[in-house]
């Protein structure tokens, strides 16, 4: 799994081609959230992984990072073999890249 500092997250996002997994709670996404993230939370994850290609890229973001990087190992063990996680979460997101983005 890559793990991605905000700068390399957004630039991952830019090259496109990237499925964007939000791995927080619908509650968590109302009140900040990224433009193209696919919801399914951290807890429904194990369940749902049959919705996800394998194949694909995927790159992974919750609040501080934490559970971004334990979904990433999930999908890692699981067969996934392009896996990122963002480093800081959607709060270092809109500390450095786009302070537009609720801080929560």
Known sequence: MQNLS???FKT???VGNV???DVRTPEELQIAS???ANNIPLHELPARLGELNPDASIAVLCHHGVRSE???RLLERNGFTDVA????GIDAWSQLIDPEVPRY
Do not use: D, F, R, S
């Open 19 to 21: 499925y964007l997994l």
């Open 6 to 8: 905000p700068e390399e």
């Open 34 to 36: 990224l433009a193209g």
């Open 70 to 72: 334990m979904a990433g």
């Open 85 to 88: 996680h963002l480093i800081g």
């Open 12 to 14: 991952k996002l830019a």
